[in-house]
């Protein structure tokens, strides 16, 4: 297993209805961990990388109904 983190700018701060979608893509297998930013502008979402890329978190996400953006550069 290779875990990796990647955070995702969202357009809007996720309402009631993308928390509850949010549930689902907690249970793909995969995703490890999804953690929202204090402001709800930004998504971290840790995943295996032997199991999952970047660009299928980030559909999972949008498929939840988040108004997913750019990747945000990890420090």
Do not use: H, N, W
């Not at 928390?19 to 490890?32: D, L, N, P, S």
């Amino acid at each position: 297993m290779t875990a990796l983190d990647v955070v995702f700018r969202l357009g809007r701060p996720p309402g009631a209805p993308e928390m509850q979608a949010i549930y689902q893509v907690r249970e793909v297998y995969g995703i490890r961990k999804l953690t929202f930013d204090g402001d709800g502008f930004t998504v971290r979402v840790e995943y295996d990388a032997s199991r999952l890329c970047e660009s299928t978190v980030a559909a999972l996400l949008r498929r939840a109904g988040l108004d997913v953006g750019d990747k945000v550069a990890l420090v």
